[in-house]
């Protein structure tokens, strides 16, 4: 595993949690995760990675202090941006993971000259997309599995699917790895992705991109994994045995189809 750097980064006003690692002559890859979920769960997949990576905290998830203002998802964007700027990347690759995905492909969107290739996993085109049952975006609509491990055990399996279904000590796992976000930061996160949507405008990214999906993803249906291949100009569809969390739970095989992408 590459050793991960943590640091606490001032940018535009706004106090980010950052992890990074270094890799001599290897590419850059920023990677934005889900919603109200810290960097710290991706570690694994951080760590693994043949590759320099960036990861942080947006205002109000993991260890960044809430901002009182909540932004859209350009404003992420743009933060993400000035966060470059201070770490001197000029271009690099962009992967986004479930909510993180919207806001990669508004990265790729407002900064093509920054975005390599782009890697979205688990994720759809925003507000119009297949939506998944009107339970699953009951549950999804409060931070309340973040808050209550209980509560997050009996419901798992239902919302993330896959290996979470029938195997306890995952669920537990993952679990005791999160962070709970402030109420704040992970309303700020359902406000930026409110009416927010990439469908008309996907045929201008001109980054290749790798979309990667679980065939079992209550949360994010697979229709829409095809929905994003078949708008972007450039896209590969890559699909996995798992559910939502297939980034974690099938690591192996995602690192391997991302350094084969990202052709490191």
Same mark, same amino acid.
């Given at each position: 595993?590459?050793?991960?750097?943590?640091?606490?980064?001032?940018?535009?006003?706004?106090?980010?949690?950052?992890?990074?690692?270094?890799?001599?002559?290897?590419?850059?890859?920023?990677?934005?995760?889900?919603?109200?979920? #810290?960097?710290?769960? &991706?570690?694994?997949?951080?760590?693994? *990675?043949? !590759?320099?990576?960036? =990861?942080?905290? +947006?205002?109000?998830?993991?260890?960044?202090?809430?901002?009182?203002?909540?932004?859209?998802?350009?404003?992420?964007?743009?933060?993400?941006?000035?966060?470059?700027?201070?770490?001197?990347?000029?271009?690099?690759?962009?992967?986004?993971?479930?909510?993180?995905?919207?806001?990669?492909?508004?990265?790729?969107?407002?900064?093509?000259?920054?975005?390599?290739?782009?890697?979205?996993?688990?994720? #759809?085109?925003?507000? &119009?997309?297949?939506?998944?049952?009107? *339970?699953? !975006?009951?549950?999804? =609509?409060?931070? +309340?599995?973040?808050?209550?491990?209980?509560?997050?055990?009996?419901?798992?399996?239902?919302?993330?699917?896959?290996?979470?279904?029938?195997?306890?000590?995952?669920?537990?796992?993952?679990?005791?790895?999160?962070?709970?976000?402030?109420?704040?930061?992970?309303?700020?996160?359902?406000?930026?992705?409110?009416?927010?949507?990439?469908?008309?405008?996907?045929?201008?990214?001109?980054?290749?991109?790798?979309?990667?999906?679980?065939?079992?993803?209550?949360?994010?249906?697979?229709?829409?994994?095809?929905?994003?291949?078949?708008?972007?100009?450039?896209?590969?569809?890559?699909?996995?045995?798992?559910?939502?969390?297939?980034?974690?739970?099938?690591?192996?095989?995602?690192?391997?189809?991302?350094?084969?992408?990202?052709?490191?």
């Amino acid at each position: 595993m590459i050793q991960i750097k943590e640091e606490v980064r001032l940018v535009n006003g706004n106090t980010l949690r950052v992890l990074t690692t270094h890799v001599d002559n290897a590419p850059c890859l920023l990677i934005f995760n889900g919603i109200g979920a #810290s960097a710290d769960l &991706l570690r694994p997949l951080i760590g693994a *990675l043949q !590759m320099s990576v960036v =990861a942080f905290d +947006l205002p109000g998830v993991g260890s960044s202090p809430a901002q009182f203002w909540p932004r859209r998802m350009h404003q992420n964007a743009a933060l993400a941006r000035q966060l470059l700027d201070e770490l001197e990347i000029e271009q690099c690759h962009v992967m986004g993971i479930s909510w993180g995905g919207g806001l990669a492909q508004e990265f790729a969107r407002r900064y093509p000259d920054s975005t390599q290739r782009l890697i979205l996993a688990a994720t #759809s085109t925003g507000h &119009l997309m297949l939506p998944p049952s009107i *339970l699953v !975006m009951l549950r999804m =609509a409060t931070p +309340l599995r973040y808050l209550n491990a209980g509560y997050f055990n009996r419901i798992a399996g239902d919302i993330y699917g896959g290996d979470f279904r029938n195997n306890r000590e995952r669920s537990q796992r993952h679990q005791r790895a999160m962070s709970p976000p402030s109420i704040w930061g992970y309303l700020s996160q359902l406000y930026a992705m409110s009416g927010w949507t990439s469908l008309f405008w996907l045929h201008k990214i001109a980054a290749p991109t790798l979309v990667m999906a679980g065939d079992d993803d209550p949360i994010i249906p697979m229709a829409n994994a095809r929905l994003l291949a078949n708008r972007l100009p450039d896209a590969q569809l890559e699909i996995f045995d798992c559910g939502h969390l297939f980034v974690l739970t099938r690591l192996d095989d995602v690192i391997a189809r991302m350094h084969q992408f990202l052709k490191v």
